[in-house]
Structures are given as structure tokens and as C-alpha cells.
């Protein structure tokens, strides 16, 4: 399940929709203890729940916690991704965060992979900064900045570097209820998002604005 009331923003990142997989389906072991937690998870490939392919996808985890205010995450995986393809693909996922005062947190998160396509190289990379502001336990601001970089067009079917700036208010109405409101700006160096055909539109940017209402049972 992808958790929404976890993610400091309400509109998921471009790392997340273009860097990562979505979803995996298989086995995971983890050993826990206080300040190191070890994973290993053997997956059907990058958004698959039946594997496209005769390979398996291995990953491994690492949670460091040296303190209460400091907390490293770093993940791998490698397989085969592309369907009836023996080509590996590999993924580096690193986030580190940081509770820089009682009222403020920082995150960043980095992603780094690459596959073969045709016997060539192709890669691709992105980094996410967040700001967490809780002057109250009923609010909170979190901006957030990404940029990625798809310079062989595997991710995106275009060669580009997309930037987004988001910010979001948190309204915490209850312990069962939360609304977050937010606005978010998409930018490209090339044409790459949908217009509605009018000639003042730009499609090399895009402007959102969100509410989100999340219910806890």
C-alpha cells in the first residue's frame, strides 16, 4: 500500500513517478534492531506482479538511525526489467533526514540507475529536497524542490531535465482526519506536458493546485 498520510507533501514527487518502481511483488526478510535495520527482498521485476521475463529482481536495504535527529536510508536493486530482455538494470535510492530544531526537519532523497538498451548504456538520475516548518502539532509547511534528468529518453520518451516546486500547508483537523492544501510548478526544457490547445499555453510547464482530504480508520 502506498501510504499518502507518510509522504510530507500530498502530490507525489517526480523521483517517485519516474526514478523508482510504483510497486514490486514478492518475498522480504528484515532484521530490526535500535540503531541499524538490515532488508533483503527477492521481487518480480519493477511494476510487475507477474514477472515479464525469466529473471528475478534482487534488493537490499540499510536504515541507519545514529540518533533521534538523523536518519539514513540507502537501497539497491538489480534484474532484469525489460520484458523477454536479459539486460540488468540497476537502482541506487539513497534519503537522508535530518531534524535540524524540534520545529523543523530537512530531507533529501537521491536516485541514480541504469539499464541497457540494444547493448547501449542508458541512465538516469534525479534529487528531491524537502523543508518540513511544525510550529504546532495542527500545522505544518513543507516545501519541496526535484529536479531529474532523462538525458537517453528511457524514462520519460524524452530527452529532457524536468524541475517541480511544491508547497504544502497541513491542517490537522483530528487524529482521524488531516487536509492539505498545495501548490505545484512543473517545468521542462522541452515540450513534454499536455495542453488544452490554447496557443498561450506552454507545454514546457504546467501549474497544479490541490486539496486533499485524508481519512484515517
Known amino acids: 500500500m502506498i501510504d499518502t498520510r507518510a509522504d510530507w507533501n500530498y502530490s507525489r514527487g517526480l523521483l517517485f513517478a519516474l526514478a523508482i518502481p510504483y510497486y514490486h511483488f514478492g518475498l ?7 540503531k ?6 527477492l521481487v518480480n521485476g519493477w511494476d510487475n506482479v507477474i514477472d515479464n521475463n525469466k529473471g ?6 540499510a536504515i541507519l538511525n ?11 536493486m538489480v534484474g532484469q526489467e525489460q520484458a523477454g530482455a536479459s539486460d540488468v538494470r ?3 535510492d539513497s534519503l537522508l533526514t535530518l531534524k535540524l530544531h524540534d520545529k523543523v526537519s530537512f530531507m533529501v532523497n537521491y536516485d541514480y540507475g541504469m539499464d541497457r538498451v540494444a547493448g547501449g548504456h542508458v541512465h538516469w538520475q534525479g534529487v528531491a529536497g524537502y523543508l518540513k516548518f511544525q510550529p504546532t502539532t495542527a500545522f505544518s509547511l513543507t516545501p519541496r524542490f526535484e529536479f531529474f534528468s532523462d538525458p ?9 531535465q524536468i524541475k517541480e516546486f511544491t ?7 483530528s487524529e482521524n482526519l488531516v487536509m492539505r492544501f498545495e501548490y505545484r510548478h512543473d517545468w521542462s526544457n522541452e515540450p513534454t506536458f499536455t495542453t488544452s490547445g490554447d496557443p498561450s499555453d506552454d507545454p514546457k510547464k504546467q501549474d497544479t493546485l490541490g486539496l486533499g482530504l485524508i481519512l484515517k480508520f
Open 167 to 173: 508547497i504544502t500547508p497541513e491542517f490537522v483537523a
Open 90 to 92: 540497476h537502482l541506487f
Open 28 to 34: 522480504r526478510a528484515t532484521y530490526p534492531s535500535d
Open 56 to 61: 528475478k529482481t534482487l534488493g537490499l536495504q
Open 152 to 160: 537517453m529518453t528511457f524514462r520519460t520518451g524524452t530527452r529532457q
Open 66 to 76: 545514529p540518533s533521534d535527529r538523523i536518519s539514513f536510508v540507502q537501497n539497491y
Open 36 to 41: 541499524v535495520t538490515f532488508a533483503a527482498f
